[in-house]
């Protein structure tokens, strides 16, 4: 489950691989100019993932994605996110689409053990009619047990859609880690999606593990989901491995 900070089909519109890099540096300039402002609070990051996977469905189609966020925390609980992935299209060529993302939000620690946050986030996919489908604001609360379990409920609201019916979707989330030795954890996680105005719904989880060491971060995760889902989703609903690499500056 991903923390709240400022720091987942070809066509005429797809990115070529000099696009794809320049949105990668957009991404990191706005993450350094952040810090120049408040090092002590901003953290930037670079990656790459097997596959960009939002709620059990993968973007892109195959290739490594390349990944990049910057992340803004304050002390009175106010956080920030911005990021970007790149999403290879093919194997086979050297097209890309992008992925886009923002989230604003404030986190509260309960007490010693639990933690709550709220966050506003949207996901865009600029100039790709392939991915526009998967565009969409979500207002979402999360309640934490230390760094154990997350339960999370997110409000979905897809914005091209030209009517009410499968606009409006409500996610809910479970999330566990367990610690392992040497800074390795193991990490599962179970969702329903439920589409308001329509008969749509589809459950997906994932089964992995995750290691860090200092400022590198790597995971494993296989995720799984419903026939619902791939009836929808065709192979971006496929049971699948997913592996990513990222460091930490």
């Avoid at 960009?52 to 993968?58: D, E, K």
């Avoid at 709220?118 to 991915?131: D, F, G, K």
């Avoid at 979500?138 to 609201?157: H, I, K, M, P, Q």
Wanted: glycine letters at 10%; charged letters at 20%; a positive charge.
């Amino acid at each position: 489950m991903s923390s709240l900070c400022c720091h987942r089909r070809r066509t005429t519109a797809s990115w070529p691989r000099g696009h794809g890099r320049r949105l990668l540096q957009a991404a990191l300039i706005a993450g350094v100019t952040c810090a120049g402002a408040r090092a002590e609070s901003i953290d930037w990051s670079l990656g790459v993932a097997s596959a960009t996977v939002l709620r059990g469905i993968a973007l892109g189609a195959g290739g490594v994605d390349l990944q990049a966020a910057a992340s803004y925390a304050d002390e009175a609980g106010w956080r920030a996110n911005l990021g970007v992935a790149a999403l290879h299209s093919k194997p086979s060529n050297d097209r890309w689409e992008a992925q886009l993302f923002w989230r604003f939000g404030y986190a509260h620690q309960i007490d010693d053990d639990w933690s709550a946050q709220l966050a506003h986030t949207r996901y865009a996919y600029p100039e790709s009619s392939a991915l526009r489908r998967y565009a969409h604001d979500e207002l979402g609360a999360t309640l934490a047990f230390r760094d154990l379990l997350y339960l999370s409920v997110a409000s979905l609201r897809r914005t091209h859609y030209e009517t009410s019916a499968g606009r409006y979707s409500v996610a809910y989330d479970v999330v566990a880690r367990h610690a392992l030795p040497s800074s390795v954890w193991a990490g599962a996680g179970l969702g329903y999606l439920d589409s308001r105005g329509s008969s749509f719904a589809y459950s997906y989880g994932h089964l992995g593990l995750g290691a860090q060491w200092g400022a590198v971060l790597a995971q494993l995760n296989y995720i799984a989901t419903d026939d619902a889902a791939k009836r929808r989703y065709g192979d971006a609903a496929s049971d699948r491995w997913a592996a990513s690499l990222s460091r930490i500056f």
